[in-house]
């Protein structure tokens, strides 16, 4: 069956410090990954998605980027990070065309 | 206008009622329709999934999508205090140009109590 793995589950963060946040799918291949910010009692944002390694559509422009170095793994990272970065931040995948999506459990990231 | 909308409630109702949460969508290229429950400080965990139009059911839920209207419900049927939570609609689209891509596009979510 297929798992998705989002760590760490919790971060507190310095302004102006980095960020890495991992994904890792298993179980499936070449799946669609997904990066989504949920802000308080907002709905999710989407941020990145891709479709292949290497392959990175970013939607809004922001202080985030997102890299794919393989095929199961998805990477969020900010070079310096602000205050408006904290969130809620979920991973999620699907698989092959017109399958449902399924999300990791997500990492609260508090920037101070 | 968000291309999709969802009244964010809050909305609380007594335990055995039936609830309807809705959403509305202007993008007639939504493909898939999708209801999440989001327990809070939890990931969305997919509950229905459908992609035409009228009613599938499962269990106490039942997703209906009606494309002509574009407009889909979820409805819970004796509801339980278990199904407190935030519910989500969600839809996918093509992305031009991508073979095989979708994006998933979500509704603000509906924050749900029910009272015992």
């Known amino acids: 069956s297929q798992t998705i793995h989002q760590w760490p589950a919790t971060l507190v963060q310095p302004v102006g410090s980095p960020l890495s946040l991992e994904c890792t799918v298993e179980g499936t291949s070449n799946p669609n990954l997904y990066w989504y910010r949920q802000a308080a009692g907002r709905g999710l944002q989407l941020l990145f998605y891709?479709?292949?390694?290497?392959?990175i559509s970013s939607e809004v422009p922001q202080n985030l980027s997102a890299s794919r170095p393989q095929d199961r793994q998805f990477i969020l990272s900010s070079k310096k990070l602000l205050l408006s970065d904290s969130g809620f931040y979920l991973c999620?995948?699907?698989?092959?065309?017109?399958?449902?999506?399924?999300f990791g459990q997500g990492t609260r990231l508090t920037v101070v | 206008q968000k291309e999709v909308e969802q009244d964010p409630g809050p909305l609380s109702v007594p335990e055995g009622a039936i609830v309807s949460l809705n959403c509305t969508y202007s993008?007639?290229?939504?493909?898939?329709f999708m209801w999440y429950r989001q327990y809070s400080r939890k990931g969305p965990e997919l509950l229905m999934y459908?992609?035409?139009?009228g009613n599938k059911e499962d269990g106490r839920f039942t997703a209906q999508v009606d494309k002509s209207s574009k407009y889909i419900s979820l409805f819970i049927r004796d509801s339980q205090p278990s199904d407190s939570a935030t519910y989500l609609c969600?839809?996918?689209?093509?992305?031009?140009?991508?073979?095989?891509?979708?994006?998933?596009?979500f509704g603000q979510g509906t924050r749900l109590t029910i009272n015992p």
């Open positions: 891709s479709v292949g390694i290497g392959q």
């Open positions: 459908t992609y035409s139009s």
């Open positions: 999620a995948w699907r698989g092959a065309v017109n399958t449902e999506a399924f």
């Open positions: 969600a839809m996918t689209v093509g992305v031009l140009g991508v073979q095989g891509a979708q994006k998933l596009v």
């Open positions: 993008n007639s290229a939504f493909q898939y």
